[in-house]
C-alpha cells in the first residue's frame, strides 16, 4: 500500500488539478476527501462519517450567522445603500484631484460594513462609481483599478463571511475576530486613499477634480450617509457591547436594511424574494464548500499529514517569522488559483497546526515562547493577516475575481489596463500586511481593550 504521506501528497496534487481544470471546489473536495478515506479505511467508514457529518456541520450555531449576513448583504444592494455612500463620500472628497476615485473607496468600504462580501462590494459599487469616474474623465487604469482594490474591503471589515469561517475553522471568537478587523479594515481605507493621492501627483490627468456640491447638494448628501451609520453602530455596536450575540445582531441589520429598503420602495416583494432566493443559493454554496473541506480535513488527520508538516516545520529550525512569512507568501501564490473562501477552508487546517506547534502553546491560553502571545492572540493575529492575503488573490492574475467583474463593467478598458491601475494597490496592501507583522498591536490593541 501507498505510504499515507505519499498519499496525502497525492491527494492535493489531485485536487489542484481538478481545480484547475475548473471542477467545483466544493465537488473536487467532496470527491479527493471521500475517495482518500474510502482508500484509507474502507467505503464503510465514510458511510459511517457521512451519515452524521452534514448535519454536525450545519448545525454548528456560529455558521447560522453566515446566511443572515449574506441576506443582509443581498437586501443592500437591492436597497440602494451603494448609491447613498457613494454620494455622501463624494459630497466630502470629490473636489479634489482623485477625490472620485477616493470617495468610490470609501463607498466600497461603507458598503462592506453591511455587505461582507468583496465579490458584492466590488460589482455593487462598480456600477455605481464607474459612470462617475468616467464622466470626469478618469484615466481606464486607475477607474477600474481603485474599484477592483476597493472591493477587497468588503471581506475584512466586519461583518465579513471569510472571517466567521476562518473563526469557525480555528475555534476562535468571532466577536474578537471582529473587533480584530477594525484598525487593520481601517488602515487600508487610507492607505488606499493615500495610494490614490500619490497616483494622481505623479499623473494628474489621471484622476481630475469634480465639481463642488451646492450646499444643499452636500447636505442631502451627508445625510444620506446617516442610514449605513446607524446600521452598522446598531450591528457592530450591539456586539462590542454585548447587547447581542453576533447571530441576533445580524438579524437586526437584516430587518434595518429591509426597512430602510421598503420606506425608499426599492424592496417589494419581488425584490425581497429575489434577496432571499440568492441568499439561499450562495449559502448552499459555502455549506457544501464545507462539508467538502471537513471531508478532506478528516482525510489528511487521518494518514497524518497536519501533524507531519508540523512537526517538520518545528525542527526544521527556521525563525518563527520566517515560517509566518513563507505561509503568507503561499497564500499569496494560492489565491491565483481559487476564491478566498476555498482557500480559507483548504489551507488554514494545514497552516494553523504548524503555527500552533511552533508558538509552543498546544492549550488553550499557554503562553507561547515563538511569537511571545498566547494561542488566543495567536489565531486573532494570524486569522487577519490571512484574509490580507487571501484579499490579494482577488486582485492578482490570473483568477483576480474582482479584476474581471469591473472589466466585465467597464467594457471599454482593456483587463491588462486594469490589472496595471490595481499594481499601486497591490503594493499598498504589502504594506499593510509589512506594518501589521512588525506591529502585532495594531491588531491586537482592540480586542485586548474589549475583552480587558
Known amino acids: 500500500m501507498t505510504d499515507p504521506i505519499t498519499l496525502g501528497i497525492l491527494a492535493l496534487v489531485i485536487l489542484i488539478v481538478l481545480i484547475a481544470i475548473r471542477i467545483p471546489i466544493a465537488y473536487s473536495m467532496i470527491l479527493v476527501g471521500g475517495a482518500?478515506?474510502?482508500?484509507?479505511?474502507?467505503?464503510?467508514?465514510?458511510?459511517?462519517?457521512?451519515?452524521?457529518?452534514?448535519?454536525?456541520?450545519?448545525?454548528?450555531?456560529?455558521?447560522?450567522?453566515?446566511?443572515?449576513?449574506?441576506?443582509?448583504?443581498?437586501?443592500?444592494?437591492?436597497?440602494?445603500?451603494?448609491?447613498?455612500?457613494?454620494?455622501g463620500a463624494n459630497a466630502w472628497l470629490g473636489w479634489m484631484r482623485g477625490g472620485t476615485a477616493m470617495a468610490a473607496i470609501a463607498g466600497c468600504a461603507g458598503f462592506g460594513s453591511v455587505c461582507g462580501s468583496s465579490l458584492a462590494t466590488a460589482s455593487t459599487m462598480g456600477k455605481v462609481a464607474l459612470p462617475e469616474l468616467k464622466r470626469y474623465?478618469?484615466?481606464?487604469?486607475?477607474?477600474?483599478?481603485?474599484?477592483?482594490?476597493?472591493?477587497?474591503?468588503?471581506?475584512?471589515?466586519?461583518?465579513?463571511?471569510?472571517l466567521i469561517v476562518y473563526a469557525v475553522i480555528v475555534e476562535a471568537n468571532i466577536v474578537t475576530m471582529f473587533a480584530a478587523a477594525l484598525l487593520p479594515g481601517i488602515l487600508a481605507v487610507i492607505l488606499f486613499i493615500l495610494t490614490i493621492a500619490l497616483y494622481v501627483t505623479i499623473r494628474p490627468e489621471a484622476g481630475p477634480p469634480g465639481g463642488a456640491s451646492t450646499r444643499s447638494e452636500f447636505l442631502r448628501a451627508t445625510?444620506?450617509?446617516?442610514?449605513?451609520?446607524?446600521?452598522?453602530?446598531?450591528?457592530?455596536?450591539?456586539?462590542?457591547?454585548?447587547?447581542?450575540?453576533?447571530?441576533?445582531?445580524?438579524?437586526?441589520?437584516?430587518?434595518?436594511?429591509?426597512?430602510?429598503?421598503?420606506?425608499?420602495?426599492?424592496?417589494?416583494?419581488?425584490?425581497?424574494?429575489?434577496?432571499?432566493?440568492a441568499t439561499a443559493r450562495t449559502s448552499g454554496m459555502i455549506y457544501l464548500i464545507l462539508l467538502g473541506a471537513e471531508l478532506m480535513k478528516i482525510f489528511m488527520s487521518r494518514i497524518g499529514l497536519p501533524q507531519q508538516a508540523a512537526t517538520w516545520i518545528a525542527e526544521s529550525g527556521m525563525a518563527p517569522m520566517m515560517v509566518l512569512i513563507l505561509l503568507l507568501l503561499a497564500l499569496i501564490l494560492l489565491g491565483c488559483l481559487m476564491d478566498s473562501l476555498s482557500m480559507i477552508l483548504l489551507v488554514i487546517p494545514f497552516f494553523w497546526p504548524m503555527l500552533l506547534e511552533i508558538n509552543g502553546g498546544l492549550y488553550q491560553g499557554a503562553e507561547g515562547s515563538g511569537f511571545g502571545m498566547s494561542t488566543e492572540e495567536l489565531k486573532v493575529w494570524f486569522g487577519i493577516l490571512a484574509l490580507i492575503v487571501v484579499e490579494l488573490g482577488l486582485i492578482t492574475p490570473p483568477v483576480g475575481m474582482n479584476v474581471f467583474i469591473i472589466s466585465a463593467l467597464a467594457k471599454d478598458t482593456p483587463m491588462i489596463e486594469t490589472f496595471k491601475g490595481v499594481a499601486p494597490f497591490f503594493a499598498a496592501e504589502l504594506l499593510r500586511v509589512g506594518l501589521l507583522l512588525a506591529f502585532p498591536a495594531l491588531t491586537l490593541w482592540l480586542p485586548r481593550l474589549l475583552g480587558g
Open 36 to 87: 482518500g478515506i474510502a482508500l484509507l479505511n474502507g467505503p464503510a467508514l465514510l458511510l459511517s462519517q457521512l451519515k452524521t457529518l452534514g448535519y454536525g456541520q450545519f448545525s454548528i450555531y456560529d455558521l447560522s450567522v453566515v446566511p443572515m449576513f449574506i441576506l443582509m448583504g443581498e437586501l443592500a444592494t437591492g436597497a440602494g445603500l451603494s448609491q447613498a455612500l457613494f454620494r
Open 137 to 162: 474623465n478618469y484615466s481606464g487604469a486607475l477607474a477600474t483599478g481603485s474599484l477592483a482594490a476597493g472591493g477587497v474591503l468588503g471581506i475584512l471589515i466586519p461583518p465579513s463571511v471569510v
Open 223 to 277: 445625510l444620506g450617509l446617516l442610514p449605513v451609520m446607524v446600521i452598522f453602530g446598531l450591528v457592530l455596536g450591539g456586539i462590542y457591547a454585548g447587547f447581542f450575540n453576533p447571530t441576533p445582531a445580524a438579524a437586526v441589520g437584516v430587518f434595518l436594511v429591509w426597512l430602510y429598503g421598503a420606506a425608499k420602495g426599492r424592496l417589494g416583494l419581488g425584490a425581497t424574494v429575489a434577496a432571499l432566493k
